[in-house]
């Protein structure tokens, strides 16, 4: 099974100012065959279920503000929100979709200062 | 607008069972692989199972596999999780949703399952 790591636990950051968040995965999940990381960033709510913020490392999906930006590749990787806004404040995950059992990061909680 | 409404859920003793559902609207149903995570209280997120869009194919994490069966309706656009011989550590919100790519691209809102005596 591949685990996923996050760093940090917990995250408190001001408003305006940059949050990022680190995850590791056991091993690779860079495709050779497409050279896309197999990558995923979620984030939740208090009460709310899950919402996809970025697929294969990087590509934000449709409605989420540019704000919010993934990188890395292989083994590590970094959501970054560059100007966090009161909206923010959730609890954000790392999944692999690389192969099954899909797993996902423990977490991490994101606060305002 | 892309709905997906998970029934089911309650209150069941330890070796019970629970079938639960999932509604889904607003999209192509029979284009997606659809999927069950759960939450445990005030935990992370865990991947239950996964169907492919014909239902020909079925992916499961191992605590579950022999117990939990997934299982889709492409004509009544649903998606179903049977759960048997329940155990306490079964205790989450269940959500249902769609995946592309073996990501988790829609959500419901979850049901509660209680596994207790």
């Known amino acids: 099974d591949i685990v996923m790591t996050q760093s940090p636990d917990s995250l408190t950051v001001s408003l305006g100012e940059r949050a990022t968040i680190n995850c590791k995965s056991s091993?690779?999940?860079?495709?050779?065959?497409?050279?896309?990381?197999?990558l995923g960033w979620y984030q939740q709510k208090p009460g709310q279920p899950p919402r996809m913020l970025i697929a294969w490392a990087s590509t934000r999906e449709s409605g989420v503000p540019d704000r919010f930006s993934g990188s890395g590749s292989g083994t590590d990787f970094t959501l970054t929100i560059s100007s966090l806004q009161a909206e923010d404040v959730a609890v954000y995950y790392c999944?692999?979709?690389?192969?099954?059992?899909?797993?996902f990061g423990g977490g991490t909680k994101v606060e305002i200062k | 607008e892309v709905q997906l409404v998970e029934s089911g859920g309650g209150l069941v003793q330890p070796g019970g069972s629970l079938r639960l559902s999932c509604a889904a609207s607003?999209?192509?149903?029979?284009?997606?692989?659809m999927s069950w995570v759960r939450q445990a209280p005030g935990k992370g997120l865990e991947w239950v199972a996964n169907i492919k869009q014909d239902g020909s194919e079925k992916v499961y994490v191992d605590s579950v596999k022999g117990r939990f069966t997934i299982s889709r309706d492409n004509a009544r656009n649903s998606l179903y999780l049977q759960m048997n011989s329940l155990r306490a550590g079964d205790t989450a919100v269940y959500y249902c949703?769609?995946?592309?790519?073996?990501?988790?691209?829609?959500w419901g809102r979850g049901t509660l399952v209680t596994v207790s005596s």
């Open positions: 607003g999209f192509t149903f029979s284009n997606y692989w």
């Open positions: 949703a769609g995946s592309w790519g073996w990501y988790f691209n829609f």
């Open positions: 999944q692999q979709s690389y192969s099954a059992p899909l797993t």
């Open positions: 091993q690779s999940v860079l495709s050779s065959s497409d050279n896309k990381n197999y």
